[in-house]
């Protein structure tokens, strides 16, 4: 079992290496970047601030990534830190005006927040193009990040650095190709994220061991083609075997009479974010199990 262990361990550091390389300098700026024409998302979004985060890439171009920032009722920096969720939204949000990506998903959120189901930090990124990841994240390699994704990654830093966030609290969840992102991000950064939840994305069982540790809800149409049932239960069966056992903790939702659009029911289910509040990256176990006992010492193998 040591030898397992010091396998996963030496695997997540190399993750996080390769991860790394994607970094580079950015900007978080308080602004109404837009240069797309606003469309709306059906309701009234003044209760988002609007940010950009500029990021400039390895050839030195810069890149806008627009997101909209919902901040917990009576915030307050000497209060407990508050938990931070982002959503990723699906192909048909993509763009710059930062707003209409808050079509699924912001008014549930907002209404969250205000009534303290979630009483934390709520971001929207925009992703300007359409897809989190440059290939499927259902790939072995989980997909290569889109500038973009790799932005949302730096942006957990800079709102944890300038507000009172718990970076041991930080959750993400997306639809369709956010969905997807999600994955990827899984694969790439899963030190980031207490939770996730994925809506009508598909995974691949070679990811199992790379992801079995985080918390996990999936939410599969019973009748989607893409993602079509079988791709999900076959994630959810190797999760299984890669230890993720607790259904408290991963969780998989089959809606028979729902195709591509899991997200709604996701939403009206009244767990959606108590089982994100549930879960803490202190909590977090290897195989579901926690290898570590306190007051244990430990060996990473490394020099």
Do not use: C
Not at 29 to 37: A, C, G, L, M, V
Not at 253 to 267: K, M
Request: aromatic share 12%; hydrophobic share 40%.
């Amino acid at each position: 079992m040591k030898t397992i262990y010091k396998l996963l361990i030496t695997s997540s550091l190399s993750l996080a290496m390769i991860a790394s390389s994607f970094a580079q300098s950015g900007a978080l700026k308080p602004s109404t970047y837009s240069s797309d024409p606003s469309k709306s998302p059906g309701f009234a979004t003044t209760d988002y601030e609007a940010w950009n985060y500029q990021k400039i890439n390895s050839s030195g171009a810069q890149q806008n990534l627009p997101f909209r920032m919902a901040r917990p009722i009576g915030y307050s920096t000497t209060a407990p830190a508050y938990p931070l969720i982002i959503m990723l939204h699906g192909r048909g949000e993509a763009g710059t005006d930062n707003n209409y990506h808050l079509k699924w998903g912001g008014k549930e959120t907002i209404a969250a927040i205000k009534n303290k189901t979630f009483d934390g930090f709520a971001v929207f990124p925009q992703e300007p193009y359409g897809a989190w990841t440059n290939g499927p994240a259902y790939r072995s390699d989980g997909g290569q990040p889109s500038m973009a994704l790799t932005q949302v990654w730096d942006l957990v830093d800079s709102l944890a650095n300038r507000f009172n966030i718990d970076r041991n609290r930080v959750y993400i969840h997306g639809l369709s190709s956010g969905g997807t992102g999600v994955w990827a991000s899984l694969y790439y950064r899963a030190d980031l994220f207490a939770a996730v939840q994925i809506m009508s994305a598909p995974g691949d069982v070679s990811q199992a061991y790379n992801v079995a540790s985080t918390p996990l809800w999936l939410h599969q149409g019973g009748i989607d083609v893409n993602p079509v049932p079988s791709v999900s239960r076959n994630v959810m069966a190797s999760l299984r075997t890669a230890g993720a056992v607790n259904p408290v903790i991963t969780k998989y939702t089959e809606y028979p009479d729902v195709a591509h659009t899991t997200w709604i029911p996701a939403y009206a289910n009244k767990d959606f974010f108590p089982f994100f509040l549930k879960q803490t990256r202190k909590n977090i176990k290897v195989l579901g199990i926690n290898p570590f006992p306190a007051g244990s010492s430990v060996s990473l193998g490394v020099n």
